[in-house]
Structures are given as C-alpha cells and as structure tokens.
C-alpha cells in the first residue's frame, strides 16, 4: 500500500485509477502539484525536525563527555605535578561526609546508566557512540575522585584552585542535556540527570567552601599551635567524633540517657557529658583569639569579623544544608502534582511506582534534614550566647570603677541575657535573607506553571497584608522598647533593695519599698501584655494568610474559565 492509499483508503468517490481525486479543486485550491509540493515540503520538515533533536543531543552528550575528560586529565596533571603536597590534608568528619559521599552516589547513578544502556544493547536497541562514551567516562570521574578522597596524599587536588574553578563550569556543560531530558524524556531519566547535577553542584560547592576555609584558617595555624594541650585535656571528649554517620542522623546517642530516665529521674551526672566546643571557656577563648586578632588589624566593625571568624564557616555549612532543604520543599507539591495526574490518565506501571516512592523518600528526607538543620542551629546559637555572655562578664572584670559606674547592674544583666540573645537571634534572621527571597520567587513560577496569572490574585492579598502587618511590628517595637526600660528600671531598683536590705528592716520599710517595686513590674507587665496581644493579631494573619491566598488564587482560577482539578488544587 502506497502514501496515498494510507491517507485515504478506499474512497471510490474521490479517487480515480491514477490513485489522485477528482474533486481536488474543490478540496485543496493548489491542485495536485501544490498539493504534492507541500507534501513533501511537509515530509522535509519533519525530517530536518527530527535531525534537529539527534543533532542537539549528540552535541550535548559530546559537551559532558568533555568536561568528563577534562576533568580526568585536570586530576591527572595535578597528581604528577604536586607529587609532594605541603599542608595539613587532615579532613574533620562533616568534610569526610560531604566529601566521599556524594561521589558514592554519584558513581551508583552513573553505574545504573551504564547498566541501562547495556541492557538497551541486549534487546536489539542501536548502539549510540556518544552516548556510551558520555556515560561510561562519568562513572570513571566518580570511581576515580572516590578513590582519590581515601587516600590523605592525594586530597590537595581537590583543594587546587584550579580543581575548585573547574567544578564551578562543569555542571554547566550537563544544563542543555537536562534540559533536552526535560522535554523528551521520561521521568525515570530526568530525575537520574537531576541526582547528577546536584551532586555535581553540591560536590563543587563544598571543596571550595573546603578550600576557602582551609586558605583563611592558616593565618590563626601559629595561634592554634600554642595553646596548651593539658587545657583541651580537661573537656570530656564529644561523643560525635566516634560515632558513624547513621548514628549522627538518628542521634542514637541520647539512647542511653533515655535508658537512664526509664529506670529512674535523672541527675546531673546521667547526662551526656559537654562536647568540648560548646564549653563556655572554649567558646570564650575561640572569640576572644578572633576578636584580639581583629582588634590589632585596625578594623572598623571588630566584632562582627570576629563572630564570623570564629562561627562563619559553620553556619555557611548550614546554609548549604538549608539549599537542599528548601529544594526537597518544593519536589514535594509538584511529585504530588505528578502522581495525581498519573492517577487521572494512567500509564505505565513503573512510572507510578517511582513517584510513589519519590513522595515518600522526599517526604522522609526532609524531616531528617529539618531535624539536622535545627539541632545544628540550636547548637550554633549556644555557642554565639555563651561567647558573647563571657566575653561581656570579662569586660565588666577589667574595665575600671569610673567607666563602670556609667551603666547600672541592671543594664549589665540585660547586655548579657537581652541583648546576647537578640543578637544570637540574628542566627535564623541570615538565612532567611536569602531563603526567603529564593523560595518566593520559585513559588511564583510554579504558581503561574499551574494557574496562569490567576496567581496575582493571591500576590494581591499578600501585598494588602504587608502594610498591615508592618503597622502591627512597628506597635510591638514599641511595647517592647517601653518594656525593656521599665525591666530595666525593676532590676536597677531589686539590686538597690538587696544592698540595703539590713536599713529596711531596720526601719520596717518593706510594704513602702515593695510598693515601690511593683510600680515598675506593673508598668512591665501592662507593655508585655499589649506586646502579647499584638503578637497574637500577627499569628492570626500569619495563619490565614495561606487561606485567602488559596481562596483568591482558586476563585480568579475559575472565573478565568479554567477547570480546577485535584492535581493543582494540591499542588498548590
């Protein structure tokens, strides 16, 4: 059977013996040639379209086989040239982890390639070159970068600065093969792809975090060299140093101060003993060495380079944690979105398995992350309080009678528990700078990917909400202020009635001077009860903001014309 025959199969009304219709005329205005013509104008079109897509994807398969030989040749040069590294290679544990594990899964990913397409060849599928050497040369960099990160003499190459460039590019050698994935591919291949340039990027980040740190400590190397050993020796050693990366995860060392609290209350002594970074002299000592430091450097804001100094590489380990965090947020609502729409349209079986099971280990992950990125917070935020507070105490030890007479024990007493722990409050405020801006704009897109512009509807409300809600934080500024001086005020007066407590009773003036107490507490109390009050209206539009964006969104989402189904209601 001919083309013509397929196009129109037995058709005695508009066919003739040459195989052509009678009534052309009628039908296409061109006649036969034009109609033939655009045919095959038609045919040549695919054709390009078609070659087009293997082109394209060739080419970029041909890109990551590159960056892959570049960077087995990187590795190559780098071991001949520095064949005797000098330095301290020595690695802390989170660096271990962020180091050998990421090229694990890596180079079990890029295996489960490999195996696939071995497979492909089995049945019958062509054997495509490029593909195969693209895919076979990635397995090599993860196999050859794991064996390269057990050994201690050969970890200065991923602290090259060359090595730390070239990881930056790499991962944009693999953006238009994902991409190309993305629209052509199924979802069992865009999410192998993803995992691998996530961990391309995550695996860059972290060897030059690694190597910034390691570059910026090495002017403290002479300091840390002369502390004295016996001091370190009198901490108790962190029971985290010893333990496996599981046992980090799931905190099993609590497990014993849990077995404790089961057969009886717990003391002092049954806790777990205090690492030994977290001790209030280490922490003291740690900024102290950095604020000295800063001090002789003539430097215009001393202590904030020293808290970075002292905590800065750690908590920017934690934003690195918070990346991974905030992106599994988002997999979440659109694997959902996905499998709804899998269960409306049906397909193959597999592809619901792994969304599934996608959903499930997204969901999983995420409470483990969460849970890891709060305790480290947390532990963050003890040490900044315990520097600050013991570096206040010992400036109120050495600054002289007159400097000290300007400030009252109670303003003292505010510095070290107030003010420190506003300003350890800062901890959650700087990542959320960036967080925060991050997470709204990929909100955005995803809205407008699933309503169209029917999400400006719910910006809207949003935006009526700010000015609102600003007037509310401005009143409770306020309050608070005015609370503070009055809190302030009481412990000034306490401090006064302490010291002379033999004259009062003495003279039976306790009712009088009680009385005169409370005036303060009482005007406390009045500004913390309106800040209260306050803070219960923000929580009331904290919560119902989510609401009247959803109501908003949906409601314009209809009235467009739309039809609102279950995937994207819960997508959103």
Known sequence: ??????????????????????????????????????????????????????????????????GNVVTILLMTVLGVAKKNPKGNSRMIYSEKVFLQYPPILGAFISLWDVIILLKGVNHGEPLIYHLWFFR????????????????????????????????????????????????????????????????????????????????????????ESLLSADEDASFPKEPGDTESFWNLMIFKSINIV????????????????????MSPASCHDKLQSCWESHQTQNNSDPLFKALFHAYGWAYIHLGLLKIVNDCLGFAGPLLLNRLIRFLERGSGHLEGFILAVLLGATTIIK?????????????????????????????????????????????????????????????????????LPLQIGVALYLLYVQVKFAFVAGVAITLLLIPLN???????????????????ERIRRTGELLANIQTLKMYSWELHFSDWLMETRLLEVKHLSTRKYLDAWCVFFWATTP????????????????QLDAATEFAL
Not at 381 to 400: E, F, H
Request: net charge positive.
């Open 1 to 66: 059977m001919d083309f013509v025959q397929i196009l129109r199969p037995k058709s005695t009304r508009v066919w003739n013996s040459n195989q052509f219709m009678e009534s052309l005329g009628d039908i296409y205005p061109y006649g036969k040639s034009g109609y033939m013509l655009h045919l095959f104008v038609l045919i040549i079109l695919f054709r390009l379209f078609l070659f087009e897509q293997i082109f394209f994807l060739k080419y970029c398969t041909i890109f990551g086989f590159g």
């Open 136 to 223: 076979c040369s990635r397995f090599a960099v993860w196999v050859i970068i794991i064996l390269l990160s057990r050994s201690s003499r050969c970890l200065f190459m991923f602290y090259d600065r060359v090595m730390c460039f070239w990881w930056i590019l790499k991962p944009i050698l693999v953006i238009p093969l994902l991409l190309k994935n993305f629209t052509s591919s199924g979802i069992l291949v865009c999410v192998r792809e993803s995992s691998i340039l996530l961990i391309d990027v995550l695996f860059g980040i972290t060897i030059n975090i690694i190597r910034i740190k390691k570059e910026y400590s090495k002017t403290g190397s002479l300091e």
């Open 258 to 277: 849990m077995n404790r609290g089961v057969m009886k209350q717990l003391d002092f002594e049954d806790l777990l003993p205090l690492p030994t970074d």
């Open 367 to 435: 409470s483990f992350l969460d849970t890891q990125y709060s305790f480290h917070l947390a532990k963050m935020r003890l040490k900044l309080r315990s520097s600050i507070m013991t570096a206040i105490y010992q400036k109120c030890l050495r600054v002289g009678l007159a400097e000290r007479s300007q400030f009252s024990v109670g303003e003292i007493q505010t510095f070290m528990s107030v003010d420190a722990d506003r300003t350890v409050n800062l901890c959650n405020s700087f990542h959320d700078m960036w967080s």
């Open 470 to 488: 600003k007037w509310i934080s401005e009143l409770i500024a306020s309050a608070t202020q005015k609370m503070m001086k009055q809190k302030d």
């Open 547 to 562: 609401t009247l964006f959803s109501l908003s969104t949906f409601g314009l989402f209809t009235l467009m014309g739309h």
